[in-house]
Structures are given as structure tokens and as C-alpha cells.
């Protein structure tokens, strides 16, 4: 028998079967191994994902409820005021409860502050701790917010009479001298209304400091209200949510529009839209009288399209009559708009029905970081952006978490509050924050848009941060739609006259 080299012998069969046996025993057990690992990775992510959507959808809750608060229970003996009075709005009642916010800042403290060692310091605020405990009504959330800067907030019975009462009786419990230290000092008031100036603790807060900002303006030791004609026409009652919901029925509402100018040009480049109440007795109302009713009570979301549709419409009219290009309207949205499902595809039909492309509109985020972890509120942000929609945010963080999220935010325009604007032309310390946002905003690609200019001063300062597009009295109030298209017709505004200011 002739053995040809490439025929295998029985021994080398039995070799070659044994070793074949063993790969494939080999990868069955790394299958069934892989498939349990991978079973168990699975298994973990849908846990994370489970946590996540859980986390998100509190968040959401908490957003879709009545009140846009941080839903979080608080020890009354707590030194956190902020989760004390967010959990007292939150448990308030709708069209029931009212409450009143005093929001003091020491007055010349930076003279103390150096003055006296830290112990001593903390020995003064415990003193007026102390004073503002003793004289707040019966039920109130009083204490030390930060540094030099006191909160009395008081839900119950709030009437013009006790507003005043308490605000002297808060002013004159700080001027006393005090017993710790050999000095006597004032404070500062801003005055707000719940619901009427805000919906949660932060919205209230930063609203109290542009009315502090009016106290320290006009000469310290004293208190000014935020909501002032609104308490002089003794408007601010329980009723005001049948008049809003009445309102809505009889169509007393109407649009108003403020320009956005770019200071190079002398040229609109913009405009912002505004809701007002034409109110049958008390005539046209300012948002800041009505808006945060109308979000405690829901009825907000129906402004969303309507409000858009009636933008889109005057737009239409305006490019018609005047021929106009290159110009954009915005309209603001709150969180309760913004956790509306299909909210974009919505406002993108709209403009579809009239032919418009959705960059001449942009939409203007109310209190952004209140929103950023709601998935249906991300979603319709990225399908504005996707669908060619501008969108702007004028919310910086109360941390400034802006400094982080820069790059990240889906915005293309950032809007700097008046708020922050004072903060800037009165060197507060959070300037340098405010600062540093506009810079990172701008190396960005992002529009910036200073809001709430009044003056000359402010244009220059706003100039000297290389801010070229703002907004405010100075150039002109909110305006109906009429006389808003007389700027259409001849310019108030010129590049010469703003050369000049800059200078």
C-alpha cells in the first residue's frame, strides 16, 4: 500500500477529531458565557435608564404641576429658606393664597465686613436674625439668605396696610443700634407678591432684586415694591383669577412689540413680542400683572399658539406693507408651554399654513435651567432648532451654571436680563460672572442681546462688553402693532447718534 504524503494516518484522525471536539465544547461555553455577560450589562443599563427616566420624570411632574417648584420636603427648623418657601408655595392653594416677600441687602455692610473679625460678623447676623424673627407676622419664613442679604416671606391675609406696616417696622428693627458691635446700620427693601411677581422662590427673588435695586437707587433705608401700581390700585386679590379667566373668554388680549436695535447700524434687527390684558377698567396691563397668574393656573398654554398664530399673522401683514427682511419676532415660553408635547411641530405647522420660513421667529426660553433635565422639554428645544427656528435663553443660572454649559446649550442667542444688566452698571459681585458669560457667549457664535437699557450710560458700559444688539425704554416702550409700524415707515434711530454715545 503506498502512503501518499498529504493522507493522514488513523492516529492523526483521532488528533485532529479530539482537537475539533474541544473548539467547538470551547466556543459553546464562550457563547453561553457572552450571552449571560451581556444579559447582565443589558440588565444594568435598562437599571440606570429606569433610574434616569425615574429622575426625569419627577422632574417632569414637578414641572407639569400647578407650580413650577422644586418639589423637596424641608425640616421647618431648616436653614434652607429657599426649599422652605418653595415648599409653602408649593402646598398653597390655587386662586387661594397670597404671600408677600421682603428681600433686604444691608446697606454699606462692606464697611462693617472689614471693620470686624469674622466671629463678630457672624455674632451681627445672628442679631438681626434675631430682630427680624421678632417682628416678622406670626407664620413667616425669616433668616439669612447669603452673605448680607435677609428674606421675610409671610403667606396669609396681604393687604396694602400690611405691606407698609411691616416694611417700616423691618426698617426701623435694623436701624437700631446694634448690641454686638458699636455701630448702627440700614437696610434695603425689594417688595414682592405671590402669585402675582412670581411662581417659585427663584422667580420671586429675582424679581425682588430689581425692586431692591429701585431702594438703593433712590437712597437706601427704605423699601420699594416691584408690583407698585398694582398695590395702588388695590388690584392684588383672589379675584383677579375669575377677571383672567373671563378675559380669555371675552378676547381682551392683545400683542404688543418692543424693537431689538443694533447700535452699529441704527437698524432694527428685531422684535420682541408681549402680551398685554386690555382690562375693562384698570386698561392695558403689563405681563408682569398677570403672566404668573396665568401660569399657576394653566391657562398659559393656551396663549402658546394662539399668540404664535397672531405673530405670524401681523408679520405677514407688516412684510406685505413695508417689504421688510432680515428681521425676526420672538415670543416667550414658559416651562408649562414648554413640557407640551408636539409644542414644536405646532409653531413649525403654523408657519408652514403661511408660507414663512421659521427663522424669521425665534423663541425666548423663560427660566431655562428650570427645564434642562425634562426630556419632552429637550425634545421640543431640538426640534425647534432642527426645523430652523431661532431660540434664545436670558437665564444665566442660579449658580451661573451658564459657565459650564455654553457649549452645550441649544440657543443660539443669549439674552442678558435687566437684572443683569443693573448688576453690571452697579458692580455687584456677580458682575464678573455676568461678564464672563457674555465673553464665552460670544467666542461661542452666539447673539448677544442686552435687555432693559434706559439710558446713555447703559449703551456705553453695554458697548464697552462688545455688545451690539439691545433692547429697552430707551429706544422705545412695548408698543401696539400700529405704532410699531410707523418705525417700519422712518427709523427713530441712527449709527451717527450711537457713534456718538460710544465714543
Known amino acids: 500500500m ?9 492516529a492523526q484522525t483521532y488528533e485532529v477529531v479530539a482537537a475539533l471536539v474541544i473548539i467547538i465544547f470551547t466556543l459553546v461555553v464562550m457563547y453561553f458565557l457572552g450571552k449571560n455577560v451581556w444579559k447582565e450589562i443589558r440588565s444594568s ?5 429606569l433610574v434616569r427616566r425615574a429622575k426625569e420624570s419627577e422632574d ?28 409653602e408655595i408649593y402646598h398653597s392653594k390655587e386662586g387661594q393664597t397670597m404671600a408677600v416677600m421682603y428681600y433686604m441687602n444691608l446697606d454699606n455692610f462692606r464697611y462693617i465686613s472689614e471693620k470686624y473679625t469674622p466671629k463678630q460678623i457672624i455674632k451681627i447676623m445672628d442679631e438681626i436674625n434675631r430682630r ?13 439668605l447669603k452673605d448680607d442679604i435677609f428674606i421675610v416671606y409671610h403667606t396669609g391675609d396681604i393687604n396694602n396696610q400690611l405691606i407698609t406696616q411691616t416694611a417700616e417696622q423691618i426698617l426701623e428693627a435694623i436701624r437700631e443700634p446694634l448690641k454686638t458691635v458699636p455701630e448702627s446700620i440700614t437696610t434695603s427693601i425689594g417688595i414682592v407678591l405671590f402669585p402675582f ?13 430689581v425692586a431692591l435695586y429701585v431702594s438703593k437707587k433712590e437712597g437706601k433705608n427704605r423699601y420699594s415694591l416691584y408690583s407698585q401700581d398694582l398695590i395702588e ?9 375669575q377677571e383672567i379667566k373671563k378675559s380669555i ?16 447700524t441704527g437698524r432694527m434687527i428685531g422684535l420682541e413680542s408681549l402680551l398685554r390684558w386690555n382690562h375693562p377698567t384698570m386698561g392695558i396691563l403689563p405681563p408682569g400683572k398677570f403672566l404668573n397668574v396665568m401660569d399657576l393656573t394653566g391657562d398659559i398654554t393656551w396663549f402658546g399658539k394662539w399668540g404664535f398664530e397672531k405673530i405670524v399673522q401681523q408679520y405677514l401683514a407688516w412684510k406685505k406693507q413695508f417689504k421688510i427682511r432680515d428681521l425676526f419676532i420672538s415670543t416667550n415660553l414658559s416651562p408649562k408651554q414648554l413640557v407640551m408635547e408636539g409644542l414644536a411641530e405646532d409653531f413649525h405647522n403654523i408657519v408652514r399654513k403661511y408660507e414663512f420660513s421659521p427663522e424669521s421667529f425665534c423663541l425666548e426660553i423663560i427660566d431655562y435651567y428650570s427645564i434642562v433635565r425634562n426630556p419632552i422639554a429637550l425634545q421640543n428645544l431640538t426640534e425647534f432648532r432642527r426645523y430652523g427656528f431661532r431660540v434664545a435663553i436670558d437665564d444665566l443660572g442660579t449658580d451661573f451654571e451658564i459657565l459650564d454649559d455654553m457649549t452645550r446649550v441649544k440657543a443660539s442667542i443669549l439674552k442678558i436680563s435687566r437684572e443683569d444688566v443693573l448688576k453690571v452698571m452697579n458692580q455687584f459681585q456677580e458682575e464678573e460672572s455676568i461678564k464672563r458669560a457674555i465673553m464665552l457667549a460670544q467666542q461661542n457664535q452666539k447673539v448677544v442681546i442686552a435687555e432693559g437699557i434706559e439710558d446713555e450710560t447703559m449703551i456705553a458700559r453695554m458697548a464697552e462688553l462688545d455688545i451690539r444688539f439691545m433692547q429697552g425704554y430707551y429706544f422705545s416702550q412695548p408698543k401696539s402693532a400700529e405704532e410699531t409700524a410707523k418705525i417700519f415707515k422712518k427709523s427713530p434711530w ?5 457713534a456718538r454715545i460710544i465714543k
Open 494 to 498: 441712527s449709527a451717527e447718534d450711537f
Open 197 to 209: 411677581d412670581g411662581i417659585s422662590a427663584s422667580q420671586l427673588i429675582k424679581n425682588a432684586d
Open 132 to 144: 427680624l424673627k421678632k417682628i416678622s407676622p406670626k407664620g413667616s419664613i425669616a433668616g439669612n
Open 249 to 264: 373668554q371675552n378676547e381682551e388680549f392683545l400683542l404688543y412689540y418692543q424693537p431689538i436695535v443694533d447700535i452699529r
Open 45 to 49: 443599563s435598562n437599571d440606570r435608564k
Open 60 to 87: 417632569e411632574q414637578g414641572l407639569d404641576s400647578k407650580l413650577v417648584v422644586e418639589r423637596r420636603t424641608v425640616s421647618k427648623k431648616s436653614k434652607d429658606l429657599i426649599g422652605l418657601i418653595n415648599q
Open 2 to 10: 503506498i502512503n501518499f504524503p498529504f493522507m493522514a494516518t488513523p
Open 233 to 241: 390700585k388695590e388690584q392684588f386679590n383672589m379675584s383677579y383669577y
